[in-house]
């Protein structure tokens, strides 16, 4: 019975380049959240996803960032041409179902560096 | 003002101590209240949901006070593994957004 999974859990890029960044939620899970963590920080909400639907980017950043759950295979987070600013945690959490009473389970995050 | 605020401390205490918590947030339509915990760079992990009616697990206990918007968290007999930081969380039922807290640090020191 995995837990949700993130790949890569680390992933440095050069500035300009592009990251993708994994998910795969628990089994029999359909939700999907993005947070991101700056060092020292709380988590800051990004986009939340259901199946081939994105619910709810109200966290993400209106450019270079992109989030996807297709029908098969796992979330992804892209951001493309990073900046320095990007460097930080990226978590991915899945639910049950979308209401907010079901808790949420974290993955192990992804550590992103922009050198 | 924050949503979800949170006094970052760090609270230091010894072990066997008791340790409260608290919390406040800002949207009257909150419906869901957890406090999660986070060890050094992993993942949040649930401890547990907070119900008006108060609750408790173990040397845990919740409050919530919906009149003050206040969400409250005691530990009692603190042990050196308790030692993390201690998230407060809020959503809004029927909406998707979970907002979290900045955090507390607690260090449990022998």
């Known amino acids: 019975n995995a837990g949700v999974m993130q790949n890569p859990r680390h992933l440095v890029r050069r500035r300009g380049q592009e990251a993708r960044l994994r998910c795969s939620p628990m089994?029999?899970?359909?939700?999907v959240y993005w947070y991101r963590q700056l060092p020292e920080e709380g988590l800051k909400f990004m986009v939340y996803?259901?199946?081939?639907?994105?619910?709810?980017e109200s966290g993400m950043p209106k450019e270079r960032f992109s989030a996807e759950f297709p029908k098969e295979g796992p979330s992804i987070l892209r951001i493309q041409q990073v900046v320095r600013g990007d460097s930080a945690a990226y978590f991915c959490?899945?639910?049950?179902?979308?209401?907010?009473?079901?808790?949420?389970?974290f993955g192990p995050g992804t550590r992103l560096t922009v050198l | 003002r924050k949503e979800v605020e949170q006094d970052p401390g760090p609270f230091n205490v010894p072990e066997g101590a008791t340790v409260a918590f608290n919390c406040t947030y800002s949207?009257?339509?909150?419906?869901?209240f957890f406090w999660y915990r986070q060890d050094c760079r992993k993942e949040p992990k649930l401890l547990m949901s907070?119900?008006?009616s108060g609750n408790e697990d173990g040397r845990f206990t919740a409050q919530l006070n919906r009149a003050s918007q206040d969400i409250s968290l005691l530990i009692r007999d603190s042990k050196l593994s308790d030692s993390a930081t201690y998230l407060c969380?809020?959503?809004?039922?029927?909406?998707?957004?979970?907002?979290f807290g900045a955090g507390t640090r607690l260090f449990v020191k022998a």
């Open positions: 959490a899945s639910s049950l179902s979308g209401q907010g009473r079901n808790e949420q389970f």
């Open positions: 089994k029999g899970h359909s939700h």
């Open positions: 996803l259901q199946k081939e639907n994105i619910i709810d």
């Open positions: 949207n009257s339509a909150s419906q869901s």
């Open positions: 907070v119900y008006s």
């Open positions: 969380v809020v959503s809004r039922t029927g909406g998707f957004k979970t907002i």
